[in-house]
Nanobody, 120 residues
Framework: QVRVVESGGGLVQPGGSLRLSCAAS????????MAWYRQAPGKQRELVATITKGGTTNYADSVKGRFTISRDNAKKTVYLQMNSLKPEDTAVHYCNARIVTFGSARLEVWGQGTLVTVSS
């Protein structure tokens, strides 16, 4: 079984910072593209940032210059450093990973989400 687990959410004041982590575990042969999504109350889930296995990154316009996605392939972990947080960043943040198992199955796996609340 393969899963990803997020951590690091919480309450932060506007202008503050948080670092999210997402660790993958299980029957993993290859951990390919990874991404962070978020879903604010009453809104659709949106893509925040992506990172390939080789480290190429892409960001939503709303977070460019404030958020940084990175990964540690040895630890099978992806991070999202969030700086200059705004109230509109308040959302449940989800980790997404594309995985190849030892049985050659190609899976897209979602975490359970971690809540980020930006409020004074």
């Amino acid at each position: 079984q393969v899963r990803v687990v997020e951590s690091g959410g919480g309450l932060v004041q506007p202008g503050g910072s948080l670092r999210l982590s997402c660790a993958a575990s299980g029957n993993i042969l290859s951990l390919n593209d990874m991404a962070w999504y978020r879903q604010a109350p009453g809104k659709q889930r949106e893509l925040v940032a992506t990172i390939t296995k080789g480290g190429t990154t892409n960001y939503a316009d709303s977070v460019k210059g404030r958020f940084t996605i990175s990964r540690d392939n040895a630890k099978k972990t992806v991070y999202l450093q969030m700086n200059s947080l705004k109230p509109e960043d308040t959302a449940v943040h989800y980790c997404n990973a594309r995985i190849v198992t030892f049985g050659s199955a190609r899976l897209e796996v979602w975490g359970q989400g971690t809540l980020v609340t930006v409020s004074s």
